[in-house]
């Protein structure tokens, strides 16, 4: 079983970051792969491929196949070092597909997740794992170590529409001469902090880069509803209306309105 050793612990909680000794088996790989495609042809005109939410609640029963999202969501080992992070009741409050086209691929801005999730106490950690071959040429993420420390930094506004979010950092806040290139092989992982200032290149090479992300949380946190501001996040899905699935321990926190599967999205991909 994979774990996190101590120096990968501490890693993590200094630099707010770290990539574990886990990767995905290529079987599992290729069915994402197959998955991926599937989504964005089934959901291509609700959403771009560069973000579609919650594939693990598509059915792939008429394809004969379980989810292969929801599979790696339930990953024991997966969970186990999530719990090393965050402690042993996890709730998965939204997964997403990032897929970047080649050369046509957005620009991901400086910002900090925790701009704007909703849990408070604000914490959340995020699985991010990768389904093509992620180089710095196809845009990887980028991470500014030991960002996560000093707190949530002030975001603007952005109208330029060549980026993904429309939230981002000006650059004199932070220093990004640290930056790190998060270049992964399919399959390998990397967990990061909500507080860490990260983003991503422009995809301008001829090779797609596509990754599954998760986003867990502890149950000690409540997934506040009412702090969605749909006025500073724009995006084609509804974070009010998104799903908490339970996939460790109790809701502690006696707050989170825990569902199996969603009527909204039951609803909104039951034709797709």
């Given amino acids: 079983m994979t774990q996190l050793d101590q120096d990968q612990l501490k890693y993590y909680s200094k630099n707010g970051y770290v990539f574990p000794d886990f990767k995905l088996s290529n079987e599992l790989v290729t069915r994402l792969q197959t998955g991926i495609e599937s989504a964005i042809n089934r959901l291509g005109d609700q959403f771009k491929p560069e973000d579609i939410p919650n ?66 106490p604000l914490e959340t950690c995020t699985v991010w794992i990768a389904l093509d071959e992620v180089t ?34 000006d650059s004199d806040q932070f220093d990004e001469s640290g930056a790190v290139n998060v270049e992964l092989q399919p399959g390998a992982i990397s967990m990061h902090h ?4 990260h983003g991503s290149h422009a995809n301008k090479s001829p090779k797609r880069r596509a990754a599954l992300v998760l986003r867990y949380m502890p149950a ?5 509803r009412s702090l969605v501001n749909h006025d500073r996040f724009k995006s084609p899905f509804n974070l009010t209306e998104q799903p908490l699935m339970l996939m460790r321990g109790t809701d502690i926190s006696g707050k989170n ?16």
């Avoid at 024991?76 to 970047?100: H, S, T, Y």
């Avoid at 710095?136 to 979010?165: Q, W």
């Fill in 220 to 224: 000690s946190s409540h997934y506040d």
């Fill in 55 to 120: 594939p693990h609640f598509l059915d792939f029963a008429s394809e004969g196949v379980n989810n292969p999202f929801l599979e790696v969501a339930s990953h024991p080992e997966i969970l186990d070092m999530v719990e090393q992070v965050l402690g042993p009741n996890i709730i998965l409050w939204i997964a997403r597909v990032f897929c970047k086209p080649s050369l046509t691929g957005r620009e991901v801005p400086w910002h900090q997740d925790g701009e704007y999730w909703p849990m408070r």
């Fill in 257 to 272: 309105d825990l569902v199996s599967h969603h009527e909204f999205w039951k609803e909104r991909y039951s034709e797709v």
């Fill in 136 to 169: 710095t040429e196809n845009g990887c993420m980028r991470f500014i170590p030991g960002s996560h420390e000093a707190g949530l930094y002030k975001h603007h506004m952005s109208d330029r529409k060549d980026l993904v979010l429309n939230l981002e950092l």
């Fill in 194 to 197: 909500v507080k860490i200032i």
